[in-house]
């Protein structure tokens, strides 16, 4: 397991798969998430794939999903 600090450039994530959402906008005005070999999901803007990147445990990502299902967020998306 390699120990990645959140806000830590995505250089030492470059062999990971990111993935992004089917929603995503042609303009790159996209999220990207990756799951890393200790479980923890990186999270990245994709217009700077060698910015920034924040970790995650599974149980945050988990919970924030839940709360999108949920609607809890909606008022950010309008």
Not at 28 to 50: F, I, K, W, Y
Not at 53 to 64: Q, S
Request: glycine letters at 10%.
């Amino acid at each position: 397991m390699v120990d990645i600090p959140n806000g830590a450039l995505a250089d030492p994530l470059r062999s990971v798969m990111w993935i992004k959402s089917r929603h995503s906008t042609p303009d790159g005005n996209c999220v990207e998430v990756a799951l890393l070999s200790g479980g923890e999901v990186a999270v990245r803007n994709s217009r700077d794939p060698h910015g920034p990147a924040l970790i995650y445990t599974r149980g945050e990502v988990a919970a924030f999903i839940a709360g999108v299902k949920d609607g809890e967020f909606d008022p950010i998306a309008t």
